[in-house]
């Protein structure tokens, strides 16, 4: 039994895949082949354009909508009133369809509060944008980004917590004493694979 809740003032149309135990709270509207993966909540307002694939226990909050050309991997957070693009030079008299350009969420990536997602970026897995941030480029592995536009200020956990590395470029998260390391720009938890 997939035991999903979709409130009754929501739309799902035709040709939606949606796992177990997914949630989709009030005035939702889910076009057509969206696949929605298991565990997953969409809250009020939400808006799913066609083609789109949202992971597994993914969190999207109120106020956010996920355009054509954006791939939501598993266990992403998306905070309130976050906004995607798909075109980068939109004009109302122009039909510009052909020029959706892709934007990735990999796994386990959060996105604040009105944050901006201009399209064309990957956010690397388990990044963290913080809220009213707008993204024009993409952005690495566990990189904590802030601003607009914005800028990478540190670095966290997949908890989420900051990183302070020590001057052997090793740090340890204080939530879950997980390792990272720091080699050429780059942050490896130590359960990662290079």
């Known amino acids: 039994m997939k035991n999903n809740y979709i409130d009754p003032s929501s739309i799902v149309d035709q040709?939606?895949?949606?796992?177990?135990?997914?949630?989709?709270?009030?005035?939702?509207h889910i076009m057509k082949d969206v696949r929605i993966g298991n565990d997953s909540i969409l809250g009020q307002n939400v808006m799913v354009a066609p083609n789109v694939n949202i992971g597994s226990n993914v969190k999207v909050q109120?106020?956010?909508?996920?355009?054509?050309?954006?791939?939501?991997?598993d266990h992403v957070f998306i905070g309130p009133s976050v906004?995607?693009?798909?075109?980068?030079?939109?004009r109302s008299f122009i039909e510009r369809k052909d020029e959706f350009l892709n934007t990735l969420l990999n796994e386990g990536c959060s996105?604040?509060?009105?944050a901006t997602i201009v399209c064309g970026v990957s956010i690397g897995c388990y990044a963290m944008v913080g809220a009213g941030a707008v993204v024009v480029k993409s952005i690495p592995p566990y990189?904590?980004?802030v601003g607009n536009p914005s800028k990478q200020i540190g670095w966290v956990s997949k908890a989420g917590m900051r990183l302070d590395f020590d001057s052997n470029n090793h740090a340890v998260c204080p939530y879950s004493n997980e390792t990272y390391l720091l080699e050429?720009?780059?942050v490896y938890c130590n359960n990662d694979e290079k």
Request: charged fraction near 5%; glycine fraction near 12%; include cysteine.
């Open 184 to 186: 050429n720009g780059s």
């Open 111 to 114: 996105i604040g509060a009105n």
């Open 143 to 145: 990189a904590l980004v």
């Open 15 to 28: 040709g939606v895949t949606i796992g177990h135990n997914t949630r989709i709270w009030h005035f939702c």
């Open 83 to 90: 906004v995607f693009t798909n075109v980068i030079n939109p």
């Open 62 to 73: 109120n106020n956010v909508s996920i355009y054509t050309g954006v791939e939501v991997c």
